[in-house]
């Protein structure tokens, strides 16, 4: 195998290692791990991210080596702002189940002689969260992963595969690529689901806070995306 081939695969590795830290990735896992209490579910959340989004990264190089299929650049801001859109709605979900489901409520409180709101959480039914979750439940941070290979962030992937004139060569980096984004996605899912993890038990009140930051975070960075894509880069 000649040394540039060598070279263009030990750099696909490093950029989806350098992929997985980006900041709409890690924001969307963060939604999704905020929800387990169990570190081993929370690294298979990165994982399958990281599955989801190689697999559309082969569906789109095998159209690249295949077909000779040029995305065009409107079509390819659609699917980035596809991404904003996702993490609106992924940080909604997360705020709703924070204000709906998990019993943290806004109450006003009048002491003389002035008046305060803050924060409650209602007791609630204690649930075991650290049980194993089915493989089924792993289907969100898939589809999340596939919507984030959909999007031009994989550009710079797909422009180095376009250097390699051998196909075979072109799908292993294409494979390459995805071991890393899997691998760094796995382990950052997993430092990202500590804070909530630790403080799910002894600290509920601080793990709602943890999980509304990450429900805003969510939501203000996708309207971020959104404006900078649809106005910035000129969808609209």
């Known amino acids: 195998m000649e040394s540039p081939l060598y070279a263009a695969f030990i750099l696909g590795l490093i950029l989806g290692i350098k992929h997985a830290l980006d900041a709409d990735h890690l924001i969307?896992?963060?939604?999704?791990?905020?929800?387990?209490?169990?570190?081993?579910?929370?690294?298979?959340?990165?994982?399958?991210?990281?599955?989801?989004?190689?697999?559309?990264?082969?569906?789109?190089?095998?159209?690249?080596?295949?077909?000779?299929?040029?995305?065009?650049?409107?079509?390819?801001?659609?699917?980035?702002?596809?991404?904003?859109?996702?993490?609106?709605?992924?940080?909604?979900?997360?705020?709703?189940?924070?204000?709906?489901?998990?019993?943290?409520?806004?109450?006003?409180?009048?002491?003389?002689?002035?008046?305060?709101?803050?924060?409650?959480?209602?007791?609630?039914?204690?649930?075991?969260?650290?049980?194993?979750?089915?493989?089924?439940?792993?289907?969100?941070?898939?589809?999340?992963?596939?919507?984030?290979?959909?999007?031009?962030?994989?550009a710079l992937m797909l422009l180095v595969l376009a250097t390699i004139t051998s196909p075979l060569a072109g799908l292993a980096y294409i494979l390459i690529f995805g071991i890393g984004s899997v691998g760094g996605m796995l382990a950052l899912s997993s430092l990202i689901a500590l804070p909530f993890i630790l403080t799910a038990r002894r600290f509920a009140l601080l793990n709602q806070w943890i999980r509304l930051g990450a429900g805003v975070a969510s939501v203000a960075f996708g309207f971020y995306l959104g404006w900078e894509i649809g106005f910035q880069q000129g969808l609209f």
């Open 28 to 154: 969307a896992v963060s939604t999704i791990v905020s929800d387990t209490r169990n570190l081993k579910w929370a690294s298979l959340i990165g994982a399958f991210w990281g599955l989801g989004h190689t697999t559309t990264l082969l569906v789109s190089g095998l159209l690249v080596i295949g077909l000779r299929i040029t995305i065009p650049p409107r079509v390819a801001l659609s699917l980035e702002f596809a991404v904003a859109v996702m993490l609106v709605f992924l940080g909604a979900r997360l705020l709703w189940r924070s204000f709906r489901e998990d019993g943290l409520h806004l109450h006003a409180h009048a002491h003389s002689p002035q008046t305060h709101a803050h924060f409650h959480e209602h007791e609630k039914p204690q649930e075991d969260h650290g049980h194993a979750h089915p493989f089924s439940s792993m289907h969100r941070p898939f589809i999340v992963g596939m919507v984030h290979g959909l999007a031009g962030s994989a």
